[in-house]
Each structure stands twice: as structure tokens, then as C-alpha cells.
């Protein structure tokens, strides 16, 4: 955000000058009271204690969209010390799960306790910028961490913009038997949904270079700070994507797109397409590439 520049253009063109918050408290009032609609995460507590023999206080604990512990630090300006600090606290809320589950069961009800994520928690680190070291840092970590730098502009706008995410480093898959992995007709192509399905993955991944996925067991959601497509496992002839590009922006086509809205259904997002052949495929990178934007 430091290369963008903002300008008022009705009237004479003026540029909006950019500005860090006088204290950090100013950033997470404003973010803590629109978490969903800035980070894709639902609010649970602010300055939460983790007890005496810890010693600390969480700036914001939440859980995503996809029912990740969300562990969010603030800092003013630029902090060499956010990230340690966000993983300390990332580090005891994985050594407390039970209380976080608490927690959850009475903010958010007894759902969405069931659907917490333990295998991909997060830290977001919102600071009014990070260095190269940073940048490196998040690199050695086997955490999901994003930093988003912050800017207020004039006295109407506030900007965030992600610098840098890293996934969780899943463990290794267990080898499959000798046995099984030889067993007479064991498949050795994928089938044609299969296929496609990598094709998406793949796709969806090219789209850029702060794009980070969780798989859940009902679909396979891709973010970037929220998510912005959803994948569900491949059917028999077809494969569900759920976007955030909004559907009464995009001409839909039976068989193809469909609005979505109030419907249950796998995932986040209000346009289903389907696809079920790699022309689909094709026809729909310019949807995908919306919902990416739309985030």
C-alpha cells in the first residue's frame, strides 16, 4: 500500500493522503467492529487473558469462515517483534482447545463449536507495515500466517492489503501398503472428474501469489484473507464451485451458473457453476478471477 495513491476526483484532482492511526487501539476498534465484513472472521473476544502463568492478552480471538481459531495482533506501525508474539499466543490457544471450544460454544452456539478447524489455526498480523525480515520470517514457520498492512486515507477510507500468507505445512501422508498400492486393478489414470478437479486446483492457485486453501471434509476452500472460492469433491459427471462474485453481476447460464443465495450448501459463496468438462473450465477462469477480486 505504500505504492498506492489515492485521489479525489470530483472536482479538481486531489490526492488523499495516507496516514498511520494514532494509537493502535484506533485499528483494532475499527477492524474488531467489522471482522467479517474486513477479514472474513467472526468476532469471539477482545484483549482475551490466557491466565496468570501465561501472562498475556490476545488482541482479538476469532474463528474463520471456515472454522479456523483465529488468533489476530495489532500493531501502530512497523513491530519486529508481531509475529513472535502472534505465534506465542497461537501456540497456548492450541494448548487450550477445550477453552476455545467454550468459548465458541457460547458466543456462536453449539454448531459452530462442532466445526472448529484445529488442523489449520491462523495468526493475521495488522500493522502499519512489516519489513523484509518479516516477509522471510512467516517463510520458517510451519503455521498459516497473513500480514495485512493498514492505512487510514483522508477522514472516510481505511485500506488493508495482504503483504504476505503462508499455509499450514500439512504432515506427510501415510505411504499406502505395498499391497494396496499393487493390488490387481488398482487404478493407475485418474478418472475425467479427478482430472478436472486438479485442473481447478491448479487454476484457482494461478490466480495469485496470496492464495492460500483449507480442506475441510465437505469442500476444499481457497482465500486469500477470506475466502473467495470452494471447491467440492468431485460427483460423477460434474464438479461444484462456489464463488463470491456477486450473481446479479453475471449473466447465468442453465446448466452452468446459478444464484445461490439462501441456499444451503457446501462452502461460502453465492454462485454455484458447474463444470463438467475441461470448455467449462475455460468459460469459467474469467468468473474465478472475479471472485478474486471481489475479496
Known amino acids: 500500500m505504500s505504492g498506492l495513491k489515492l485521489f479525489h476526483t470530483k472536482g479538481a484532482v486531489v490526492e488523499v493522503t495516507s496516514r498511520l492511526a494514532e494509537a493502535e487501539a484506533e485499528v483494532q476498534a475499527l ?19 490466557t491466565g496468570p502463568v501465561h501472562g498475556g492478552r ?34 497456548w490457544l492450541v494448548d487450550h482447545k477445550a477453552e476455545y471450544g467454550h468459548l465458541v460454544r457460547d458466543r456462536l452456539g453449539a454448531a459452530a463449536a462442532a466445526q472448529v478447524l484445529w488442523s489449520a489455526p ?9 519489513t523484509r525480515y518479516d516477509m522471510h ?27 504476505a500468507s503462508v499455509a499450514a505445512q500439512p504432515a506427510a501422508p501415510r505411504a499406502r501398503r505395498l499391497s494396496e498400492a499393487q493390488a490387481p486393478g488398482a487404478r493407475v489414470a485418474k478418472g475425467a472428474m479427478e482430472e478436472l478437479h486438479a485442473e481447478v486446483d491448479q487454476a484457482l492457485l ?24 470452494c471447491v467440492c469433491p468431485p460427483q460423477r459427471d460434474k464438479l461444484l464451485v462456489y464463488l463470491k462474485a456477486n450473481p446479479k453481476e453475471v449473466d447465468l447460464i442453465p446448466g452452468f451458473t446459478r444464484d445461490v443465495t439462501g441456499l444451503g450448501h ?15 473450465l475455460e468459460r469459467a477462469q474469467d468468473l474465478f478471477r472475479l471472485s478474486y477480486s471481489a475479496v
Open 31 to 49: 477492524v474488531e467492529g467489522n471482522l467479517e465484513a474486513m477479514l472474513g472472521v467472526r468476532f469471539l473476544a477482545s484483549e482475551y487473558s
Open 58 to 91: 490476545i488482541d482479538t480471538l476469532g474463528m474463520d469462515e471456515n472454522g479456523a481459531p483465529v488468533v489476530i495482533e495489532f500493531k501502530r506501525a512497523t513491530d519486529a517483534g508481531v509475529i513472535n508474539q502472534g505465534l506465542f499466543y497461537l501456540s
Open 122 to 130: 491462523r495468526l493475521i498480523c495488522v500493522a502499519g507495515n512489516f
Open 137 to 163: 520470517a512467516i517463510r520458517e514457520h510451519r503455521r498459516s500466517i497473513d500480514l495485512v498492512r493498514y492505512r487510514f486515507y483522508g477522514a472516510d477510507h481505511f485500506g488493508l492489503e495482504t503483504v
Open 206 to 229: 494461478g490466480l495469485g501469489d496470496d492464495i492460500t486453501k483449507v480442506q475441510r471434509k465437505t469442500y476444499r476452500a481457497y482465500q486469500r484473507l477470506r475466502n473467495f472460492a
Open 266 to 280: 457446501h462452502g461460502t459463496g453465492d454462485l454455484e457453476v458447474q463444470l463438467r468438462t475441461d470448455r467449462d
